[in-house]
């Protein structure tokens, strides 16, 4: 099954940042702070999930590729935060009671949607799809608990019935996960130096090739293979979390990664827990977040209230002044906004 896959595209259909798209540390409305500090993601790794059928279960897919690495290393990302949440006892009592009446919570307590959904509904196709498609349909779908969508290995499903049109009903169903969670997106860095120092905020989703010795030798040596598989990178020195058993697998020495591709989740009350302020004797509106550290709002004044709007701040309440000193002690970043992203 490994060397099956090698040089093989699993999914990824190649794609460029454009001009609406949020970009680490050039272009973006995303604080970046340290939700783990060390970056490394492990502990709250959910359980795995194939988009390809095993040896074990050969017999029910009949050789079924789903072509959906993107969709499930989306997902992969979002369940590794969620979960981290939920372990750290992060979320109030209402949101967990509500993602469990909802059904996305398993028997060990972990998040878990259904990847198949999410694959549909981004317009997964047997050549894959992209990066930025799979996160806006998840950023305005939302997703719905794997039970609700399931794609059980006891039963047959090919292409066409894995893919079947989902009910209006589940889809209605993915929109209370957006009650609980925001969704955002950014490209990131492909440096592998770079991706580390991006873990700390979430996990990252990247692009590589599949080299030979994928499943079967681990670190996976580097290879000269084009852009075909998405996985998640998950902890520092190049460790991912893939679709194909087994799961956990770390790149060797030079292992090319193509793009890198991160999506944020956060619960919706911590959004709520942003300050905002003006800077006495200027115009410059400041973040503040919880942590006391203060971000300036790198926009035109005019675009303020969409900040406001987009931020879940009461745009009829004035603005708290704070002075340039307090601002400049506590300064940690930019908070850059497009309009078009804002209001799209």
Request: hydrophobic share 40%; glycine share 8%.
């Amino acid at each position: 099954m490994s060397e099956e896959i090698v040089n093989k595209n699993l999914g990824v259909i190649e794609v460029q940042p454009t001009e609406t798209d949020f970009i680490a540390g050039i272009k973006g409305g995303i604080v970046f702070e340290k939700r783990v500090p060390s970056g490394d993601w492990t502990p709250w790794l959910p359980a795995g999930e194939p988009q390809y059928q095993s040896e074990q279960t050969a017999q029910y897919f009949h050789g079924l590729d789903t072509m959906a690495c993107v969709p499930f290393s989306a997902l992969n990302a979002i369940e590794i935060q969620i979960n981290g949440f939920l372990k750290n006892n992060a979320l109030p009592a209402p949101t967990v009671a509500r993602l469990q009446a909802l059904g996305f919570l398993d028997e060990n307590g972990l998040f878990n949607a259904s990847d198949r959904f999410t694959a549909k509904i981004s317009g997964t196709t047997p050549a894959g799809n992209t990066l930025t498609a799979v996160a806006d349909a998840i950023r305005h779908n939302g997703l719905v608990p794997e039970k609700l969508w399931p794609w059980d290995i006891k039963q047959t499903f090919d292409w066409n019935s894995y893919y079947a049109e989902i009910p209006d009903a589940v889809k209605a169903a993915g929109l209370e996960f957006l009650k609980l969670f925001d969704v955002a997106y950014e490209w990131v860095s492909n440096n592998p130096a770079d991706i580390d120092q991006q873990l700390p905020h979430a996990p990252i989703q990247i692009t590589t090739a599949v080299c030979p010795g994928w499943g079967t030798v681990n670190p996976v040596p580097a290879c000269g293979g084009s852009q075909q598989h998405a996985t998640v990178y998950y902890a520092p020195g190049m460790k991912i979390y893939d679709s194909y058993a087994p799961y956990q697998k770390q790149f060797g020495a030079g292992y090319k990664i193509y793009a890198a591709f991160k999506i944020l989740i956060t619960p919706k009350f911590m959004k709520q827990a942003l300050e905002i302020y003006v800077v006495e004797g200027e115009q410059t509106l400041v973040i503040k977040n919880p942590a006391g550290k203060f971000y300036k709002v790198k926009t035109m004044p005019e675009f303020y209230p969409a900040v406001v709007r987009f931020l879940g701040i009461d745009p009829n309440k004035p603005f708290d002044k704070v002075s340039k000193a307090e601002v400049e002690a506590a300064f940690e970043g930019y908070y850059q906004f497009a309009l078009a992203i804002i209001d799209k």
